[in-house]
């Protein structure tokens, strides 16, 4: 994704008044949802200049880099924009398969299943080897 000129398609996106707005990742190709993160107008223009994904980390209160520690990197293929403007969807290449801080390749793992959450996806690579480093 190129930089390109000024950062006046970020004035179409309904910041909150914290200044951030709801950010999906979807993988490309089969569109799966891979996460949901903040970003903020910072965030998302350097999403676009590095054809990175870079979030806010509201926890943490600094933008984030997806992949900055585990170098599960997200390459975004496109940016995409709701209807009212307040969800923002990227469309993503997942670097190793593994979006989810739980080693899995979706944060969306669970699925309620007669009345009950049941974990429906597995740990691809234990959590401890791609953060205790």
Do not use: N
């Not at 398609?9 to 990742?25: M, N, Q």
């Not at 990197?73 to 739980?102: M, P, S, W, Y």
């Amino acid at each position: 994704m190129s930089a390109g000129g000024d950062d006046a398609w970020l004035d179409a996106v309904k910041w909150d008044e914290r200044g951030l707005v709801t950010c999906i990742a979807q993988e490309a190709g089969t569109g799966r949802i891979l996460m949901v993160a903040w970003t903020s107008r910072e965030g998302l223009a350097q999403t676009r200049a590095l054809g990175e994904a870079v979030y806010y980390s509201r926890s943490r209160e600094r933008l984030w880099h997806k992949g900055e520690e585990s170098g599960h990197t997200q390459k975004v293929e496109a940016i995409r924009l709701d209807c009212d403007g307040d969800v923002v969807v990227l469309e993503v290449v997942q670097a190793g398969g593994i979006a989810c801080h739980t080693g899995r390749a979706s944060c969306f793992f669970r699925r309620l299943v007669d009345g009950r959450w049941v974990e429906t996806e597995p740990v691809l690579k234990d959590p401890r080897e791609i953060y205790d480093k």
